[in-house]
């Protein structure tokens, strides 16, 4: 019988295969955990004795920076996670991977094989102060990923200085992306990014780029069996300041991913990136990703902005100044406070080329203050069915 799985390659198979559930590491309650629970979950870690665990450094307010190793092998691989601090989730993608290490089940040809042949070492929460209020930047105010020519950040420096002992072959700059990032040609969020930074500001492949690019090309075969149509790829424009660049020119090939989708998809991200990790750690140590077309990386679509988080489509809308047909697209902040969403108007008129996370096809819709880009609005949708919802200030009520 021929079925849809009939084209897969069994390895990839074989990781699609695993349960992500039995992996995930429950220690943490939500993506807005702090610091002092990571520092808690890695001394457990530590004395469970599997992973070795080292502090690295401290970052501006003295919060201690970890690297915990796994595997034996000689293609050493480097991965950091949370260097902006409001981006978790690939920080907890690792801690299920830990978990992945440190179990003993079906899959122990697997773990053999990634850790007899690589060493891996992963830094999760490069920059804790920054995960302590929920911000991008550290405590002193710093981009730590546009510090990596004058490295003025404490975090910096700790990632430069691993670097620099370790020599890795393979680097994984992990992040969170705005969730307003879409592919495309697809009108689908972005649901994970890739990109093979370039080494240089020609862009000129590198034999480490050209790496970086093959193992990208596996893991978007896998990740597009999960999420269709919802993998971009980032413009590879050179920002010698940032991470990614300054290790690729280094010769060590460098991936960036980043997690995207809506807020509540971020679970999503985080199983995605376990399962792309262990098929790139698989294809590095088996060294299968040199059968990779690097020409295959310029099939993933460009990232773009298509998207809104709330589109009110094509409906009759009572402005102030009069009746028109139109749509109205809303995007939402996430209150870190009150986890509430607040909106705000970010398009008006015709959006009939964009896409959304929710689409309301309401009927009518009474505009209770007058409607300008940016502003918080107050509305009455009314949906076909004769239900009512509102926009207060920014906050809907159902
Ligand atoms: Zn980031």
Not at 166 to 191: C, E, M, R, Y
Not at 249 to 259: D, H, M, P, Q
């Amino acid at each position: 019988m021929i079925d849809e799985f009939s084209q897969i390659p069994i390895k990839m198979l074989h990781i699609l295969s695993i349960d992500h559930v039995l992996y995930q590491d429950n220690y943490f309650q939500d993506r807005f955990f702090k610091h002092v629970t990571l520092k808690n979950r890695i001394t457990q870690i530590k004395e469970e004795g599997i992973l070795k665990v080292k502090q690295i450094g401290c970052s501006a307010q003295n919060r201690e920076i970890y690297m915990l190793k796994a595997g034996r092998g000689s293609i050493k691989v480097l991965l950091w996670s949370q260097m902006h601090g409001d981006e978790s989730t690939a920080t907890l993608a690792l801690f299920d991977l830990f978990k992945f290490f440190q179990s003993e089940d079906q899959y122990h040809a697997l773990r053999k094989l990634i850790l007899d042949h690589c060493s891996l070492y992963f830094v999760p929460m490069l920059n804790p102060d920054g995960a302590e209020v929920w911000q991008r930047r550290n405590a002193q105010g710093i981009d730590v990923n546009r510090d990596f020519l004058a490295q003025q950040s404490p975090e910096a420096r700790a990632l430069v200085k691993l670097q620099e002992e370790i020599q890795p072959d393979f680097g994984f700059n992990l992040h969170d992306q705005d969730s307003l990032w879409s592919v495309s040609g697809t009108k689908k969020p972005a649901t994970i990014s890739l990109l093979a930074p370039p080494a240089d500001s020609t862009s000129t492949p590198t034999p480490s780029m050209l790496k970086a690019i093959q193992v990208i090309c596996a893991m978007n075969r896998l990740l597009q069996q999960q999420i269709p149509g919802e993998v971009g790829r980032w413009r590879d424009e050179y920002e010698p300041r940032a991470v990614g660049e300054s290790f690729q020119t280094k010769g060590i090939a460098t991936i960036l991913i980043e997690s995207g989708g809506s807020a509540s998809e971020k679970q999503k991200g985080r199983k995605l990136i376990f399962q792309a990790l262990l098929y790139a750690f698989e294809k590095i140590a088996s060294t299968a990703y040199r059968n990779e077309n690097p020409i295959d990386y310029l099939q993933i679509p460009f990232n773009n902005k298509e998207i809104f988080h709330l589109l009110i489509k094509n409906c009759k809308i009572e402005t102030v100044n009069g009746v028109i047909i139109g749509d109205i697209g809303l995007n939402y902040t996430e209150q870190f406070s009150t986890k509430e969403h607040l909106y705000t108007i970010a398009d008006f008129g015709d959006l009939s080329t964009f896409s959304a996370y929710e689409i309301i096809e309401a009927e009518s819709i009474v505009v209770l203050s007058p409607i300008s880009i940016d502003s918080r609005p107050n509305l009455r949708i009314k949906h076909s069915d004769g239900t009512l919802t509102y926009l207060e200030d920014g906050v809907m009520i159902a």
